[in-house]
Antibody
Framework: EVQLVESGGALVQPGGSLRLSCAAS????????MDWVRQAPGKGLEWVSA????????NYADSVKGRFTLSRDNSKNTLYLEMHSLRAEDTAVYYC?????????????WGQGTLVAVSS | EIVLTQSPATLSLSPGERATFSCRASQSVGTYLGWYQQKPGRAPRLLIYDASNRATGIPARFSGSGSGTDFTLTISSLEPEDSAVYYC????????FGQGTNLEIK
């Protein structure tokens, strides 16, 4: 059974930093593109970043580029999101997701989410 | 950047009725369009991929259609548990989601 478990969410002050983790199990982690998608309170879904199975291709939404760094440790089946220079608008539930390609690409499994709150 | 526009914003229907959700893309995405369901406090769940294919475990009352720029998600006969927000999604350069349609079951 595929499981994705996020951790690391917390209350942090503006300008602060945080590292999120996503522990994966139930599939061959290194075979899959992994994503982070966030959802601000009462708002819709916003894609944040994605990383290829080998970790050599990483993409970011413009809203986080230069502040967030995505990485993965395939030996530990874990995905990481380093977040710096956090802003109030980064407040959201952050979901990690396992991506599957049919003809298009879709997130087929999601974690339960971890809440990041940026406030003074 | 491809923008997805969903309509209506809110839908209020009774059990047994048919629900129709629309998603319009600002440029063609072929059939590379997915639909997700999200219930309060829960992660999204993939319902439909490649415009018309049901994901694993999704009931037959859910169906998708369309291509190019206009897509539709249909729930043929509503159940109370279908109350949720429904999002369309495409991955052209990277992921874009529509703003969602809130389905309320009366």
């Amino acid at each position: 059974e595929v499981q994705l478990v996020e951790s690391g969410g917390a209350l942090v002050q503006p300008g602060g930093s945080l590292r999120l983790s996503c522990a994966a199990s139930g599939f061959t982690f290194s075979d899959y593109i992994m994503d982070w998608v966030r959802q601000a309170p009462g708002k819709g879904l916003e894609w944040v970043s994605a990383i290829s199975g080998s970790g050599d291709v990483i993409n970011y939404a413009d809203s986080v580029k230069g502040r967030f760094t995505l990485s993965r440790d395939n030996s530990k089946n874990t995905l990481y999101l380093e977040m710096h220079s956090l802003r109030a608008e980064d407040t959201a539930v952050y979901y990690c997701g396992k991506e599957v390609r049919y003809s298009g690409y879709y997130v087929t499994y999601w974690g339960q989410g971890t809440l990041v709150a940026v406030s003074s | 950047e491809i923008v997805l526009t969903q309509s209506p914003a809110t839908l209020s229907l009774s059990p047994g009725e048919r629900a129709t959700f629309s998603c319009r893309a600002s440029q063609s995405v072929g059939t590379y369009l997915g639909w997700y369901q999200q219930k309060p406090g829960r992660a999204p769940r993939l319902l439909i991929y490649d415009a018309s294919n049901r994901a694993t475990g999704i009931p037959a009352r859910f169906s998708g259609s369309g291509s190019g720029t206009d897509f539709t998600l249909t729930i043929s006969s509503l159940e109370p548990e279908d109350s949720a927000v429904y999002y369309c999604q495409q991955r052209h350069s990277w992921y874009e989601f529509g703003q969602g349609t809130n389905l309320e079951i009366k």
